[in-house]
């Protein structure tokens, strides 16, 4: 009586349909309290590497205002006793770690930090290099 597509729809091999028909849980033979509980390590795990990732990229943009910071204070400095070209190289550096530290910030800020956060520890950053 039953034709052979009814057949098919309770087979095992049939995707996510087990034997009588319903539905197994989402990881095969998982229980759905242990499915729920994988769920909820893996969602604890993605925060901590998006936490590390927004961390770094602070860091990194701190450091890089740090470089800049440095690099125009050198550029400033070195008006007197050397010649055109070596203060034109300074002043391109300067520009290009400004740049740097520029994009470092976006960065930061796209991955979530907060404006706030970052204007604190980018000056705290160039206060420390300048010093």
């Given amino acids: 009586m039953h034709s052979s597509s009814s057949m098919q ?3 095992a091999n049939h995707g996510s349909l087990s034997i009588n028909g319903y539905l197994r ?8 309290g242990r499915w729920l509980k994988d769920r909820r390590e893996k969602k604890k795990e993605e925060a901590r590497t998006h936490n590390a990732e927004l961390h770094a990229a602070v860091s990194v943009a701190a450091v890089a205002a740090a470089v ?14 050397k010649d055109e070209q070596a203060v034109k190289t300074d002043s391109a550096v300067a520009s290009a770690a400004t740049l740097v530290a520029a994009q470092c910030v976006e960065a930061a800020e796209a991955l979530g ?10 000056s705290s950053a160039v ?3 300048s010093a």
């Fill in 9 to 11: 729809y309770g087979r």
């Fill in 25 to 32: 849980p989402p990881s095969g033979g998982k229980t759905v």
């Fill in 68 to 81: 800049a910071a440095i690099a125009a204070a050198t550029a400033a400095s070195s008006g007197s006793g």
């Fill in 113 to 122: 930090a907060e404006r706030e956060h970052l204007t604190a520890v980018v």
């Fill in 127 to 129: 206060n420390v290099s």
